[in-house]
């Protein structure tokens, strides 16, 4: 039987154009984007689940050195920006320690069994370099379960409150920079979203 990640991945796999074409917006994403080039004006930074390096868009143009990881090479094969693409998983980063000066990991962790979680943060760290900052968003709630949404598999997420995943980014040896909460709309009207978003920085 595929585990849970194994199957969000065949999800996105299956539906990587349709998925692609309904997440083509930065809008949304560009005061975090603005609060995190505070931090980290320049460098090397991984988007860590990129999945079609819709957020290149972001970094590109302001001069950053930008890598795209996915687990679904589907989707890291529509991208439309050229931009270095790598296919790998989060839990194993095919990256040698303090590769990055930073890492932008959007909507990507959430995918992530609450279990896995540490490992994951774990793999952030190695990868980054010791003054690195991390921008990391998940969604608001308090379980984690297979979601079928638009598809007809299920995509697992894991929801956290801001305690719960502000006391994993601790036991992590993260340091919490920022903490905000955004809300709006990814298909409106039906799918309202409060996003839990954190600047961090190795402890």
Known sequence: MASLLEQTIRTYSQNAAHFAEHHTNTE????MFDRFRTYL??????????????DGQLFVPAGYE??????CKELLDLATTPVQRVQGNILSLPFANQTF?????????????????????AEIKRVSASNSCYFISIKAGMHEKPVRGAYATPRFFAFYTHDEFS????????TILEHYN???DLRPPDNFTVWLCYLCRPA
């Open 182 to 184: 955004a809300y709006f």
């Open 101 to 121: 000066d930073g890492v932008w990991a959007c909507a990507s962790l959430l995918h992530i069994p609450k279990k896995d979680l540490r490992q994951s943060l």
């Open 167 to 174: 006391n994993q980014l601790g036991m992590a040896g993260m």
């Open 41 to 54: 004006p320049s460098g090397r930074v991984l988007d860590l689940g990129s999945a079609h390096c819709r």
């Open 28 to 31: 949304n994403w560009q005061p």
């Open 66 to 71: 930008y890598i795209a990881l996915d687990a």
